[in-house]
């Protein structure tokens, strides 16, 4: 079947063509994955209909030379050419691309990334500066004295502290966790809770007022709880707002978590024990994992020295 099939050049719109794109975004569990794969998947098409061209393997490297031409970092493009490879295989399987022309399109080399990421993090100083910024005479300086806690005590994912349920914070062997967290691929992790961290939430839960449902809610600029939920955006805005404060600039919520990483390690944390922490797939990142038991009792993230 030609590529034509999957043509978005036509003035009115192609139902099959949105009907796929809805399958492939209800195959993806990660709301922050399913974000990146929709805008993908609009821009492929909005550069198919500038070219008027439909999309085949010829429009797709010239999709990727173009954001190649824009400086995209290799990450982001290849995210981005997975969106479509998701694409063309759901394709296939509904019958619209046979199986020989799908692996002709999908065959669109990703981009090497050179090196590895170090990214950002905070020494010790700068990361007890950074909780100084909320005004913790307030309602919302007291909520997000706690967001900053979280991340950077527990090395939560912002995704992961914004669903974050009063009924999570539990005791196991006699201390506070956060029990049977679900994490990134669905893996689910124990997370011990530091007593500073837990005071600072406890802080900002009695000033609020709920012991039930999400630990963290929306507040007015007068003061007031204003909702059930706070978004992972809002969780991000709270760190960058905070990190542009002690003069940090383009620093988020997943550098808090870097950040605890390394303060862990430099105090003594062994790898094995902070991969649990970030509940990592694989050691790969705080190296291989060699297989132990979890601690409890005596967590990694006890001595950051905050």
Not at 40 to 49: H, I, P, T, W
Not at 83 to 94: D, P, S, T, Y
Not at 138 to 145: A, C, E, M, S
Request: charge should be positive.
């Amino acid at each position: 079947m030609e590529s034509v099939a999957l043509a978005v050049s036509s003035p009115e719109p192609n139902a099959g063509i949105i009907a796929l794109c809805q399958m492939v975004l209800k195959a993806v569990v990660s709301p922050h994955t399913r974000r990146n794969y929709a805008k993908a998947l609009d821009e492929v098409f909005v550069f198919s209909e500038l070219r008027k061209q439909p999309l085949s393997r010829d429009l797709l490297m010239e999709y990727r030379a173009q954001m190649i031409e824009r400086e995209l970092s290799p990450s982001t493009i290849n995210v981005r050419l997975a969106a479509v490879r998701k694409l063309i295989e759901e394709a296939k399987r509904n019958g619209i691309l046979g199986a020989e022309q799908a692996a002709q399109m999908a065959d669109i080399p990703n981009i090497r990334q050179q090196g590895t990421r170090l990214g950002n993090w905070l020494t010790r100083e700068q990361a007890k500066e950074l909780l100084t910024v909320p005004n913790r005479d307030t309602l919302k300086g007291r909520r997000d004295v706690a967001i900053l806690a979280l991340l950077v005590g527990c090395a939560l994912r912002r995704a992961e502290l914004a669903a974050l349920k009063m009924e999570d914070i539990q005791q196991r062997e006699g201390r506070w966790v956060i029990a049977d967290l679900r994490g990134k691929g669905g893996r689910i992790r124990t997370v011990a809770i530091p007593m500073w961290v837990k005071l600072l939430m406890d802080t900002w839960t009695t000033a609020a007022g709920h012991s039930a449902g999400r630990l963290l809610r929306p507040v007015s600029k007068g003061g007031r709880v204003v909702g059930e939920e706070l978004s992972d955006w809002a969780v991000w805005s709270v760190v960058e707002t905070s990190a542009r404060a002690i003069g940090i600039e383009h620093f988020g919520a997943h550098d808090l978590r870097r950040t605890c990483a390394k303060l862990c390690r430099k105090n003594g944390g062994d790898l094995e024990q902070i991969k649990f922490l970030l509940g990592h797939a694989s050691i790969q990142t705080t190296e291989r994992y060699l297989g132990s038991e979890q601690e409890i009792a005596v967590a990694v993230n006890d001595n950051l020295g905050l």
